[in-house]
Each structure stands twice: as C-alpha cells, then as structure tokens.
C-alpha cells in the first residue's frame, strides 16, 4: 500500500485549527469545532457561525461573475459537508464523504479561483487541516527516467496533505500512444492515495471537458473515485463585460463612456480569435490598456495630473488594440472582417 509519511486519520471533529490558507482572501481565523461551552454544535447555523463557511460562499457569489451552476454545486457540497459535520457530533455515522473533484471548461473560466475557494471551504469545516492548494501538472509528477516518478509523485502529494491537489490538464498523465509512459505510475500513485488519504487531501483534476471526458472512459478507476464534477461554462458577452468592469474597479481604475463601448467591440472581436480565454482574455486585455493608458499619460510630461486623469481608461487605450487595426489571422473563424468595427 501506498503511504505518505507524516500523515495519520483525522476525525474532521478532532482536526487541528487553522493554519495559514494559500489563496487570494483572508485565512480563516482559528476556528473550534466545538461550540464555546465544548458542546458540538447542534443547528446548522451554529456549524456556519464556528466555521465561517458562509462568508466564503458569500465572497464566491459575490467576486465571480457568472457561474451559476458551479456556485449552486460548491453551496450544495458545502451543505452535504455541514450536515455531515451535524451527525458526527451527535454519533451519527459518517461516511467519510469522498471529495475528490474534476473541474472540467475551456481556459479562463475560473477553474484554479474556484478551487482556492473550495479548499477554503474544506478547511473552515475541518474537512482538510491547512487548506492550502498545490497547482500541479504533469511534469511536476511525472519524471524522464525509470525510477523519477514515484519520488516526485511522492514529493508533491507530501505538500498537498492537508489541503486541495489540484491537478491542471490532468489528461496529459494518461498518454496511451506510449506503451511505456510514466504518467501511468503517477495515476497509479494517486488512486491509492485519493483513497486512503481522503480525509486529509482533496484532489482535483482540470481541463478541458472533452479531454477530460476521454481520460475518464480510460481511467475508470479515477472516474469513480471523483465524486464531484463541475462544469465551467464560457462566458458570455455580458458576463465577459462585467468580469472586466469588477477587474478594473478592484485596481482602482474606471472606463469612460467611449472607452465602455469600445471595450464591448475590443470583446465581439476578441471571442472571434483563437486562444481565447475567458477572463483571462479579459485580465490581460485590460492589463495592456493600462500600460497604454500609463504611457499616454507618460508622453504628456508637463501636465499637471488629476484623478480622474490617472483613473480612467480612455477609448484610444483600448482602440490601439491591433485587433482594430490589423487584418485578423483568424483560420477558424471567417466573419470577423465583416464583424470590425
Ligand atoms: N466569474 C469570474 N468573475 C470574475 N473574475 C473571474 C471569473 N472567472 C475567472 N476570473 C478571473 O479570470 C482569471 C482567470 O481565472 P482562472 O485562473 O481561475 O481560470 P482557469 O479556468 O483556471 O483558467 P486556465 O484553464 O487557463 O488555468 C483570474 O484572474 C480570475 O480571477
Ligand atoms: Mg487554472
């Protein structure tokens, strides 16, 4: 059997208090899992109110555009979880609830932000002692040689004990056109850690829905221990709009009217080309019209600056863009010199 040394058993009710959480948001403070009076808590707004679950679920619904399915998903989770928590402390079974996830969408669509989120989650309800994430691909498990793969297997479901393993682009550990591919170990590794460790480490496998879809018909072993499967859609139009809109204000920066119109055509054009990526697109798109913006301002050296000046995106920062000006390398998709604006 396979066995990660340094890790034993937890009873979620025993789980230790929280330590620091590796995400974007504040970690959770140390939370008990018995109420004040050493009782374990009876209601489930007394497992919310010691665990401060909600908040993350609040913050989830309200920093991510979009995503309604996904947000309903990780609230019914965090529902079964609470409940699960409500039976222990009254001596109730517990199946020890298998959460091992696949997060399946095209690039962009916040995979990895919705992951930081539920390793949160796990770990105010004392599903994972640390709640910290590690990003992994496949070349941080699997190695060149014969003999280089248990150990780095090994090493990284070391620093992911206790909390989420997120696994990116999990189908490239399966490469069935090489008869003698390494990733296959790895998998082998993990499964028996997915299942012996699963009270301690939640892993979860990325990527593309299709790919991924493939990889469970060949891996039957791994699709049946992943109890969870999210699925991430693109966004739309409006959404996109607005995710940028959060982004920018979250910098301190704002449109004006032309730059909000213009940035709504950087959009329609944007989705049209290839290695479009959601949000990301969005982050970055907005990012280069903050450097634009930077160095207009740059240019006009003698100008006394005033706030709006250093906070407002203007249209001519997003209309540089060579999306407007260049004719579009786009082999896919034919309307886009009918779409330009
Ligand atoms: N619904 C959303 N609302 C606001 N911002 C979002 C949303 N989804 C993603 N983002 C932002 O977009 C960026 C990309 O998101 P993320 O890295 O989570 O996507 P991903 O699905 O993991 O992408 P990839 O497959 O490329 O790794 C991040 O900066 C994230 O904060
Ligand atoms: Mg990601």
Redesign the pocket.
């Known amino acids: 059997m396979y066995a990660i040394p340094g890790t034993t058993r937890t009873n979620p009710v025993e789980a230790a208090p929280a330590l620091a959480v590796v995400s974007g948001t504040p970690a959770a403070a140390a939370h008990g899992h018995t109420s004040a009076a050493g009782q374990p808590p009876r209601t489930v707004a007394a497992v919310l109110a010691d665990s401060q679950v909600e908040a993350v679920l609040d913050e989830l619904d309200h920093?991510?555009?979009?995503?309604k399915p996904v947000k309903q998903r990780i609230r019914d989770i965090a529902a079964l979880l609470v409940i699960d928590k409500l039976r222990l402390g009254m001596g109730l079974q517990s199946h020890n609830p298998s959460l091992h996830m696949c997060f399946s969408?095209n690039?962009?669509?916040?995979?990895?932000?919705v992951a930081l989120r539920m390793a949160q989650i796990l770990h105010r309800l004392g599903y994972v002692r640390k709640g910290h994430v590690v990003s992994v691909t496949r070349d941080d498990l699997v190695g060149q040689y014969i003999g280089h793969t248990a150990p780095k297997t090994k090493e990284v479901l070391k620093k992911a004990m206790g909390g989420v393993l997120f696994i990116?682009e999990a189908y490239y550990l399966y490469r069935p056109e090489n008869e003698r591919d390494y990733g296959q170990e790895a998998i082998e590794i993990l499964l028996q850690v997915m299942e012996n460790h699963r009270d301690d480490l939640v892993v979860i496998l990325a990527g593309y829905k299709d790919r991924m879809d493939t990889f469970f018909q060949s891996n039957p072993g791994m699709s049946s221990r992943i109890a969870h499967h999210l699925d991430?859609p693109d966004y739309a139009p409006d959404e996109l709009l607005h995710?940028g809109h959060?982004m920018l204000e979250q910098q301190g920066y704002r449109f004006s009217n032309e730059a909000r119109s213009a940035f709504e055509q950087y959009l329609q054009l944007r989705v049209q080309q290839p290695h479009f990526?959601n949000?990301?697109s969005v982050?970055n798109a907005l990012d280069r019209a903050r450097l634009r913006q930077a160095s207009r301002l740059f240019a006009d050296r003698n100008r006394e600056l005033n706030e709006d000046d250093l906070c407002t995106i203007q249209a001519p920062d997003i209309l540089a863009s060579r999306l407007f000006n260049e004719s579009i390398p786009c082999p896919t998709s034919a309307p886009t010199a009918a779409s330009r604006p």
């Not at 690039?107 to 932000?113: D, W």
Request: hydrophobic share 40%; no cysteine; charged share 25%.
């Open positions: 920093d991510l555009v979009g995503l969408g690039p962009g669509t916040g995979k990895t932000t990116d991430f995710i959060m990526a949000a990301r982050r």
